[in-house]
């Protein structure tokens, strides 16, 4: 297997493993002390997010005084470098190790798989804050503070699609979709877990199995799906685009989408009255005009973010009637979702890429109207399943909540505005790549069918 890093990189990851691999008997006392302090960063990193967390907070997590972190650290973006290396560097050598069994071994291609699905899972879920402050802050960080670790990333890219091609190659993988998109759908599909999976629910085992059975197979169980019937109409117009009325309305829109786009750019803790001002083009203060603080402007934009997906979701299904062509149904809703993430409201970017490191008052706050689209999601698989459109063997509330985050982490790697450029897909045939996969799973149908 390449690793595709310069010489320099890799003798840096060497010094680094030595450290990671000494016992703690063997580690000095500034070598425990420096361990801890990127432990506590990775944690904070991780909950909060890299700009809200300052090395007085790392400090305190860590449990030194502020003034003697400086001594192992020379900065915050120092300390954000060595925790997103380690994030995928370890994971990175399992994964690397699995795949060179599994070239031994490629009949065992679904088991191979499911190993490699559990192992990332795991790193994500529940071994290492550092993987997961990785997964969760890389996409909000500038292009400066990327650029040490994207020959690291495109390492393990590489390591899946070197694994997948090999699949694909011997028959095992569906043709029609490109290795890197159906590698970008698996890797999202599992790291918007770090959004909703709550480990005191089920092990990580559990959901690796149920992950890997729909993404290998898909939702439904026939040989083929049949999405003909799919409707893309039914577009509930979002709080941005509505007409307002009087100077103060019109402000106020203004603020609202200022705000949505920071908070999308760059977290909660992170977003302040003064970056929403700029972002308006207004005098911060100015704002209080329309909005007594950060937190009533925040609240909006979340309310109307959900409230535009649910609204929106819900009236493309309302123009199918029973008896339903359920496939077609699913692939609306899906393509519904996507419309509103990528085109239709600002607001529901923001509210996804946000929700992850909100404070738990905004949560609990916003929860009954998640909950409600969660419904709506549940009753449209659940009437399907009923009717045994969609295979009876996968539990309905993981899958929805799998399937929502293959969707969902698509704005961290689909931009819709390369549409037109070579080897870039528009948003309705990126959605309807997405349906394929989803309905039909990755494996070669054909081919299952003849076996």
Aim: hydrophobic share 40%.
């Amino acid at each position: 297997m390449d690793i595709l890093v310069d010489d320099n990189y890799r003798k840096r990851m060497i010094q680094r493993l030595d450290v990671v691999n000494k016992t703690e008997d063997e580690l000095s006392k500034s070598e425990r002390t420096r361990g801890d302090i990127l432990a506590a960063s990775a944690r904070l990193f991780r909950h909060d997010g890299y700009y809200a967390t300052t090395m007085r907070d790392i400090a305190h997590e860590s449990g030194i005084e502020a003034g003697s972190i400086y001594y192992y650290f020379q900065s915050k973006d120092q300390i954000l470098s060595e925790v997103l290396e380690l994030g995928v560097r370890q994971l990175y050598e399992k994964v690397c190790e699995i795949v060179h069994a599994a070239k031994q071994r490629p009949e065992d291609f679904r088991k191979t798989f499911a190993l490699l699905i559990e192992t990332h899972l795991t790193y994500l879920l529940t071994d290492s804050d550092f993987t997961s402050a990785n997964i969760r802050n890389y996409p909000m960080l500038s292009d400066e503070a990327r650029a040490p670790h994207r020959d690291l990333r495109a390492s393990y890219a590489g390591v899946w699609s070197s694994f997948l091609k090999d699949a694909k190659d011997s028959g095992r993988l569906r043709n029609d979709i490109s290795v890197t998109a159906i590698r970008q759908f698996i890797l999202g599909a599992m790291n918007w877990t770090v959004e909703w999976y709550n480990v005191d629910r089920y092990p990580v085992h559990i959901l690796s199995e149920r992950m890997s059975k729909l993404i290998l197979d898909g939702m439904c169980p026939s040989h083929r799906t049949d999405t003909d019937g799919q409707k893309t109409g039914g577009e509930a117009a979002s709080v941005e685009e509505q007409d307002t009325i009087g100077k103060a309305a019109k402000t106020r829109a203004e603020i609202l989408g200022a705000a949505a786009r920071v908070l999308r750019d760059k977290g909660y803790k992170a977003t302040t009255l003064r970056q929403i001002a700029d972002e308006a083009d207004m005098k911060a203060g100015s704002v209080y005009y329309h909005f007594k603080s950060k937190d009533a402007i925040v609240d909006e934009v979340l309310n109307a973010g959900l409230s535009d997906l649910l609204s929106g979701v819900t009236a493309a299904v309302q123009e199918f009637h029973a008896p339903y062509d359920h496939h077609a149904r699913i692939a609306t809703a899906i393509w519904t979702h996507l419309h509103f993430l990528f085109k239709a409201s600002v607001f529901t970017s923001a509210n996804i890429r946000s929700y992850g490191m909100l404070p738990m008052h905004f949560r609990e706050r916003h929860g009954g109207i998640r909950h409600e689209y969660g419904k709506l999601w549940d009753r449209i698989l659940r009437e399907a399943q009923e009717d045994d459109a969609i295979r009876s063997d996968i539990k309905i509330v993981p899958l929805r909540q799998v399937m929502l985050g293959a969707l969902n982490w698509t704005v961290e790697w689909f931009d819709p505005n390369k549409e037109g450029s070579s080897g870039y897909l528009s948003l309705s045939e990126f959605s309807g790549m997405l349906i394929k996969l989803l309905l039909e799973g990755i494996c070669d149908r054909e081919n299952v069918a003849r076996a």
